[in-house]
T-cell receptor, first 113, second 109 residues
Framework: DAGVTQSPTHLIKTRGQQVTLRCSPK?????VSWYQQALGQGPQFIFQ???????QRGNFPDRFSGHQFPNYSSELNVNALLLGDSALYLC????????????FGQGTRLTVV | LAKTTQPISMDSYEGQEVNITCSHN???????ITWYQQFPSQGPRFIIQ???TKVTNEVASLFIPADRKSSTLSLPRVSLSDTAVYYC??????????FGAGTILRVKS
């Protein structure tokens, strides 16, 4: 079992550009959540996808959007990148949406210059 | 807004038992208490989760008093490889994890 896999592992973008990050959940998991972790801070919840719909959303602007595909994989899109978007972006998957253990991927390190 | 408060850092020595206490005074009825471990440049790793009383697994124990306003993670006989950031967090209904700042645990030889 490959666990949660994210791609790419590292990415450098320029201010104003758009970026797409990808996540494949652990086998058997149908729920995917995305988190942003700035340096030295705890992860912050961005949103959660289940049954191809956004089910919950954290306090992030509309520049952050996502998608879940029928095979449960997910994408995180960020438009009009700002320097402050530089962070480790983590994907977590779980089997269902009620009090189940969430498994995290290794993350994508995004640097905006 | 983080729902938990925990020490910023702790130091220990190999072979000792480490107890990290976390306060969550405003925990909701449906929230679970969950602990994660994170190494630099890696995703958090699940340690243990509980709702009340005591939970034990192969790596840790979690003690939660009846009022659920605090919890204590107990790591038996730590080793150098246990040096990491430990997050106490509440799992809100719907599997939303609310992370705080975490506790940096440094294990010395």
């Amino acid at each position: 079992d490959a666990g949660v896999t994210q791609s790419p592992t590292h990415l450098i973008k320029t201010r104003g550009q758009q970026v797409t990050l990808r996540c494949s959940p652990k086998s058997g998991h149908d729920t995917v959540s995305w988190y942003q972790q700035a340096l030295g801070q705890g992860p912050q919840f961005i949103f959660q996808y289940y049954e191809e719909e956004e089910r919950q959303r954290g306090n992030f602007p509309d520049r952050f959007s996502g998608h879940q595909f029928p095979n449960y994989s997910s994408e995180l899109n960020v438009n009009a990148l700002l320097l402050g978007d530089s962070a480790l972006y983590l994907c977590a998957s779980s089997p269902g949406t009620v009090n189940t253990e969430a498994f995290f991927g290794q993350g994508t390190r995004l640097t905006v210059v | 807004l983080a729902k938990t408060t925990q020490p910023i850092s702790m130091d220990s020595y190999e072979g000792q038992e480490v107890n990290i206490t976390c306060s969550h005074n405003n925990i909701a009825t449906n929230d679970y208490i969950t602990w994660y471990q994170q190494f630099p440049s890696q995703g958090p790793r699940f340690i243990i989760q509980g709702y009340k009383t005591k939970v034990t697994n192969e790596v840790a124990s979690l003690f939660i008093p009846a009022d659920r306003k605090s919890s204590t993670l107990s790591l038996p006989r730590v080793s150098l490889s246990d040096t990491a950031v430990y997050y106490c967090l509440v799992m809100e209904y719907g599997n939303k994890l609310v992370f705080g700042a975490g506790t940096i645990l440094r294990v010395k030889s």
